[in-house]
T-cell receptor
Framework: AQTVTQSQPEMSVQEAETVTLSCTYD???????LFWYKQPPSRQMILVIRQEAYKQQNATENRFSVNFQKAAKSFSLKISDSQLGDTAMYFC??????????FGQGTTLQVKP | NAGVTQTPKFQVLKTGQSMTLQCAQD?????MSWYRQDPGMGLRLIHY???????DQGEVPNGYNVSRSTTEDFPLRLLSAAPSQTSVYFC?????????????FGPGTRLTVT
């Protein structure tokens, strides 16, 4: 069975600085997807970024990028130029197609002014 | 496009009562699923469906039933509510064809069982 581990329950960062959230996973699958979801206090789940396991290039979406290390089964999220609106809980998730998501425990990120 | 909608937003039940959480999507997605989120934990998969008439169990299916008679709707039934089912419930949907597999989530239902 797949597992996803987020070892940082809480993190904080100053506005405009960079922060990295860690995620490791365990799987014997070769074809899978990895996601980072953001959950603000409104509790809506928002997709931040996605990575296909067969792609070597790290995904980037504006201020958000990942460091995907397939051999090490590591999938960290880097947030550059942190903004107050980035304050939220962040979940790392593993998916074997077509859709069963396995989530980590989450990291609460506080961006301080 | 309304996306994924869930009703109700909040619900309080007494132990032993039954109820149905509604989920609907208007994106013609084949794949739909139900998750529950407990404090301090990530979302856990309850049941999922890869198309109308097809459902299967996820990680925590006990105490819940689902059916999928149409592509659009995927209701979750609590047969006899227990305090351990107090949680926030999310419905999600996505395409199953080759692609991004992005799952679109509903706004959630906060359920309290007393």
């Amino acid at each position: 069975a797949q597992t996803v581990t987020q070892s940082q329950p809480e993190m904080s960062v100053q506005e405009a600085e960079t922060v990295t959230l860690s995620c490791t996973y365990d799987t014997s699958e070769n074809n899978y997807y990895l996601f980072w979801y953001k959950q603000p206090p409104s509790r809506q789940m928002i997709l931040v970024i996605r990575q296909e396991a067969y792609k070597q290039q790290n995904a980037t979406e504006n201020r958000f990028s990942v460091n995907f290390q397939k051999a090490a089964k590591s999938f960290s999220l880097k947030i550059s130029d942190s903004q107050l609106g980035d304050t939220a809980m962040y979940f790392c998730a593993f998916m074997k197609p077509p859709g069963k998501l396995i989530f980590g425990q989450g990291t609460t990120l506080q961006v301080k002014p | 496009n309304a996306g994924v909608t869930q009703t109700p937003k909040f619900q309080v039940l007494k132990t032993g009562q039954s109820m149905t959480l509604q989920c609907a999507q208007d994106m013609n997605h084949e794949y739909m699923s139900w998750y529950r989120q407990d404090p301090g934990m990530g979302l856990r998969l309850i049941h999922y469906s890869v198309g109308a008439g097809i459902t299967d169990q996820g990680e925590v299916p006990n105490g819940y039933n689902v059916s999928r008679s149409t592509t659009e709707d995927f209701p979750l039934r609590l047969l006899s509510a227990a305090p351990s089912q107090t949680s926030v419930y999310f419905c999600a949907s996505s395409y199953t064809g080759q692609g991004s597999y992005e799952q679109y989530f509903g706004p959630g239902t906060r359920l309290t069982v007393t």
